[in-house]
């Protein structure tokens, strides 16, 4: 029985303890705060996110450095929250934007920005991720991270088929960061919306010029390996089979480069006289053709 009655007593002591300091973060919006950030640590996000809602509910418009500093840290933990632990894009982005609104010159609002674009991506806002872009670079150009999202502006054009706005911001990206490990991908990118818009001739000069700043690297191989399916696509499969070859050694994926010089091979074989005493030659093209067929 005495110990059933320090059981009880241990009990009521804990949870007097926790009216306590619940009562006390009632009155203090900063202790409001560290208690939402502790319930995230502790893994209850949505719990936390629900105090967080309270706590900026209770601050409205009030206004003083104290109460910035609680506000601007609770809009990032809830934006937070959304994004990383509920994967809800939508009220991640709706957090951040108040906050890059409310604080543009904060700390917390830059960190937003970096988030905003791909949220906006992920529930197919893509007009609101190119305006998040752009408002990241425009912001904090000398920021890291501020070249890797002019990046996605310009893959979001090209994918958009603004293929002229897509070009302009890749060139943007190679002028404003000229060293970024990101300008090779820029300048890849925007010889590539030539190709993509039937634009061959213009595609493949781009291409060569690419090569030519970046031969003997990666980059410069994938701009021969594109070079080579411009060239198959408007019939130079000559051409294509010398553009292949050369981004053999250097392509990441040297399985599509081989496949690719293959069927083009094969297409200058077909293309090419037989000698019609030469049986073996006649037998393999036949083969060569009615396999092509059946495909």
Known sequence: MAHGGTAFLVTRKIFLATIAVMLAACGRPAARLQHARDLALAGHHKTALLEARAILLTLRDEQGEKVDAVRRGTLKLAGDLCAVYLDDPRCAAAEYRELVKRYPTASEAFEARERLGDLDMRIGDVKGAIEAWRDQVATAPGRPG????????????????????ARAAASELQRRWPKSPLAAAAALLSASSYHLSGRHADAIAAYDAVERKYHGTQKGAEALFEKGNCLAEIGNDDAAVKAYTAALPHHDSPDAVQFSLERAERRLQRGSPVNPRNTAAVWDRGYAQRRASAQ
Do not use: V
């Not at 890797?148 to 054009?157: D, E, P, T, V």
């Open 146 to 165: 501020a070249d890797m999202a002019q990046l996605k502006i310009s893959r979001a054009l090209l994918d958009q088929g603004q293929f002229h706005d």
